[in-house]
């Protein structure tokens, strides 16, 4: 375990020891071994094309220009760092400020191979995801019709496409923004999609109102609030029955569990705050456990 109080010389004797057990650390620990030598806690930042997007917490406090030249300088392939205030609003989109480099309007995210045209600041976008849109898209059989119900700019869609699941995806997500940037996506890797994708641009409540019910996989990825959904995902739900993905924030897997009804199964998908993990809960709805219109 790393402490603020650990010293330098301690941190590279679990590094060593670190490194030796597993190479894949190597880039974790020395970020973590450097910034203490330099008397600097870590930055932690992801990369969406050709922008670094740095987490602006008190970690970073009166360093954020500095920070931002440095990684200007020193990743490959960037031409600008923003800082990330918060994930705000119903879209989730990040609320972004202008650190370095040029000033974009939008970047083009990689994904799986698949090019996902990113208007910054504009939708929710997290390139540590890509895992789980790969692992979910796996579980996806030949025969399931999926609804994608927050798709975002549509990582799950995609990358299910892209692997040929499924008869019919439909990705809906209620920000145009998103859905524009899905669209757009879906043109430029045409050549590379085999599953249809329909895209759709409502507030899920309204779905029921829009689609039949004929889904037999729903991926609810809206971890504040998808376990409110349920009952619109089951309006939705195939007569053959329906396997819904329900993405929640909780402090360990028997939370996250309760939290969600008729859960079947839990998986960790990402840290999300010290002590707090977003989880996926599988729900399996039997053909007979269908909710009428
Ligand atoms: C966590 S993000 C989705 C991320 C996406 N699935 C991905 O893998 O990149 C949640 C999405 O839900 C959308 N959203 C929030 N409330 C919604 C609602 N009531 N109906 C439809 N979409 C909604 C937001 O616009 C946002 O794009």
Redesign the pocket.
């Known amino acids: 375990m790393f402490t603020a109080e650990a010293g330098a010389s301690e941190l590279k004797q679990v590094r060593d020891q670190l490194l030796a057990v597993c190479g894949g650390l190597v880039e974790v620990v020395e970020g973590l071994c450097m910034a203490r030598e330099q008397r600097r806690p870590p930055v932690s930042y992801v990369i969406v094309g050709r922008v670094a997007i740095v987490s602006l917490d008190e970690r970073l406090a009166g360093r954020e220009r500095e920070v931002a030249e440095e990684l200007l300088r020193t990743v490959p392939g960037i031409a600008a760092v923003y800082g990330k205030e918060a994930t705000v609003g ?3 989109a990040q609320k972004l400020v202008h650190l370095a480099g040029e000033r974009l309007q939008e970047t083009i995210h990689v994904e799986h191979g698949l090019r996902i045209p990113v208007p910054l600041g504009r ?4 390139p540590r ?1 890509a895992t789980e ?1 790969r692992r979910v898209a796996e579980m996806i059989t030949g025969d399931d019709v999926v609804l994608d119900m ?4 549509g ?2 869609s995609l990358v299910a496409s892209a692997l040929g699941r499924g008869r019919l995806i439909v990705a ?4 145009p923004w ?1 859905v524009a940037s899905l669209l757009r996506a879906m043109e430029m890797n045409k050549s590379k999609l085999k599953t249809p994708i329909v895209a759709v641009c409502s ?3 309204r779905l029921p109102e829009l689609l039949s019910p004929v889904f037999t996989r729903i991926i609810m ?3 504040h609030s998808a376990v409110e959904f349920i009952p619109v995902a089951r309006r939705l739900c195939s007569p053959r029955g329906c396997v819904l993905h329900v993405y929640t924030v909780a402090s360990s897997p028997e939370e996250a569990l309760a939290r969600v009804p008729g859960g079947s199964s839990v998986t960790h998908v990402l840290d999300y705050a010290p002590h707090r993990f977003i989880y996926r809960v599988d729900v399996v709805v039997r053909g007979e456990d269908q909710v009428e219109g």
Do not use: Q
């Open positions: 119903e879209y989730r939708v929710y976008i997290n995801l849109h927050f798709s975002g700019v990582g799950f809906n997500d209620a920000n998103a507030d899920a409540r990825n809206l971890p």
